[in-house]
Every structure is written in structure tokens, then in C-alpha cells.
């Protein structure tokens, strides 16, 4: 059986005030583009680049279901969720670079 690795993630901006949720197959090399902005769109418009939560799936159907239900959270939801794991809202990225 495949192994299969998908993520949902947050970013914020240097502030800590925008949030974005996206999902992924490759969070190691989804999060570089965001930061060397790679992409046009919401991420390099707000500079969006620091990771600060992150869940792992095998399933891309429950990582889209997750994402989904992360992004018609409210704001405070998504705060609550990173704080309790991330309470200092310390960058994640030099954990997952591969």
C-alpha cells in the first residue's frame, strides 16, 4: 500500500493579523514558494510566509474536508488552534524543510 502525505496548514504575516489555509501533497516545498513568493495571490499580496500550524492525512479527501472546515471556522477558532500547539507563534518552517 502507498503511502500517501497530505497537509493542511496555516500561514500568518510578520504581524501575526492575516491568516491563510491552504492544503498540500509537499509542505516542505509548498511553504518555500510562499516565501520566496513564487506565486501570485492572496499569500504574496498580505506576505503571508511564516507557518504556523500544520496537520498531517493520508487522505487527500479528510485533508480537503479539514481545510474546509478550518476556513469556515472564525478567526478566534483558528487562533484557538494554533495556540495550542504553536503558543508562541514561532515560524514551523526549519521543522518540516527536508
Same mark, same amino acid.
Given at each position: 500500500?502507498?503511502?500517501?502525505?497530505?497537509?493542511?496548514?496555516?500561514?500568518?504575516?510578520?504581524?501575526?493579523?492575516?491568516?491563510?489555509? +491552504? @492544503?498540500? =501533497?509537499?509542505?516542505?516545498?509548498?511553504? *518555500?514558494?510562499?516565501? =520566496?513568493?513564487?506565486?501570485? +495571490? #492572496?499569500? %504574496?499580496? *498580505? =506576505?503571508?510566509?511564516?507557518? @504556523?500550524? #500544520?496537520?498531517? #492525512?493520508?487522505?487527500? =479527501?479528510?485533508?480537503?474536508?479539514?481545510?474546509?472546515?478550518?476556513?469556515? +471556522? %472564525?478567526?478566534?477558532?483558528?487562533?484557538?488552534?494554533? $495556540?495550542?500547539?504553536?503558543?508562541?507563534?514561532?515560524?514551523?518552517?526549519?521543522?518540516?524543510? $527536508?
Amino acid at each position: 500500500m502507498w503511502n500517501h502525505n497530505y497537509y493542511i496548514y496555516i500561514l500568518t504575516n510578520h504581524t501575526n493579523t492575516v491568516l491563510y489555509t +491552504g @492544503v498540500t =501533497n509537499d509542505l516542505s516545498r509548498r511553504i *518555500y514558494e510562499h516565501k =520566496n513568493k513564487l506565486t501570485k +495571490g #492572496f499569500t %504574496s499580496k *498580505y =506576505n503571508t510566509n511564516k507557518l @504556523v500550524y #500544520f496537520e498531517h #492525512f493520508s487522505n487527500i =479527501n479528510n485533508a480537503i474536508a479539514r481545510e474546509k472546515q478550518i476556513k469556515a +471556522g %472564525s478567526r478566534k477558532k483558528k487562533i484557538d488552534l494554533i $495556540e495550542k500547539e504553536n503558543r508562541q507563534w514561532l515560524d514551523l518552517y526549519d521543522s518540516i524543510k $527536508e
